[in-house]
T-cell receptor, first 114, second 112 residues
Framework: EAQVTQNPRYLITVTGKKLTVTCSQN?????MSWYRQDPGLGLRQIYY???????DKGDVPEGYKVSRKEKRNFPLILESPSPNQTSLYFC?????????????FGDGTRLSIL | QKEVEQNSGPLSVPEGAIASLNCTYS??????FFWYRQYSGKSPELIMS????GDKEDGRFTAQLNKASQYVSLLIRDSQPSDSATYLC????????????FGKGTMLLVSP
């Protein structure tokens, strides 16, 4: 089954404790992206990757890191999480970085930073 | 700041009615437009994509695009209670690239 898989689905942690949210897709997609969704603010892009070893900042990149060493994986790293990073996070992928390609979303990761 | 605007709603319609959801965008060079449906606590699910002016129909859904007026709309015919969800409009604001900007969504409530 074609899908975007995120782990963990839920995480409660404390300020300053490094964490990684994994994202993997099995569709051989070139483009991958991370979003956060907050009430009243909608979906905002954190980082995106057009292909392996090519990443770029989205609208809200502060406090996050990403890497794209393999085509299928695009982990989101919070080196020193803070409470304002409490949010619902989505990973998405599309066949290519061309504008006509729709993005397919993972099931989401609900992250709480205490 | 490139923006995508949607009425937050809720938009309430009775079962069987037509629901009309609207979206405006600020960047004239935008080329691709998508509608996603999101149930509470779930991930966005692609419903429709539209790239050229006019109407595009898929089952009970019709997307309409008017680039001159910079708006895109989604019509849902014969609305069902299962259509109750938040509908997100997404627009690519970087010409030629897949990066999307999302509106904040319109909540649709379909009453039996």
């Amino acid at each position: 089954e074609a899908q975007v898989t995120q782990n963990p689905r839920y995480l409660i942690t404390v300020t300053g404790k490094k964490l990684t949210v994994t994202c993997s897709q099995n569709m051989n997609h070139e483009y991958m992206s991370w979003y956060r969704q907050d009430p009243g603010l909608g979906l905002r892009q954190i980082y995106y990757s057009m292909n392996v070893e090519v990443t770029d900042k989205g609208d809200v990149p502060e406090g996050y890191k990403v890497s794209r060493k393999e085509k299928r994986n695009f982990p989101l790293i919070l080196e020193s999480p803070s409470p304002n990073q409490t949010s619902l996070y989505f990973c998405a992928s599309s066949l290519s970085g061309r504008s006509n390609q729709p993005q397919h979303f993972g099931d989401g990761t609900r992250l709480s930073i205490l | 700041q490139k923006e995508v605007e949607q009425n937050s709603g809720p938009l309430s319609v009775p079962e069987g009615a037509i629901a009309s959801l609207n979206c405006t965008y600020s960047d004239r060079v935008s080329q691709s437009f998508f509608w996603y449906r999101q149930y509470s606590g779930k991930s966005p699910e692609l419903i429709m994509s539209i790239y050229s002016n006019g109407d595009k129909e898929d089952g009970r859904f019709t997307a309409q695009l008017n680039k001159a007026s910079q708006y895109v709309s989604l019509l849902i015919r014969d609305s069902q209670p299962s259509d109750s969800a938040t509908y997100l409009c997404a627009v690519n604001v970087r010409s030629g690239y897949s990066t999307l900007t999302f509106g904040k969504g319109t909540m649709l409530l379909v009453s039996p």
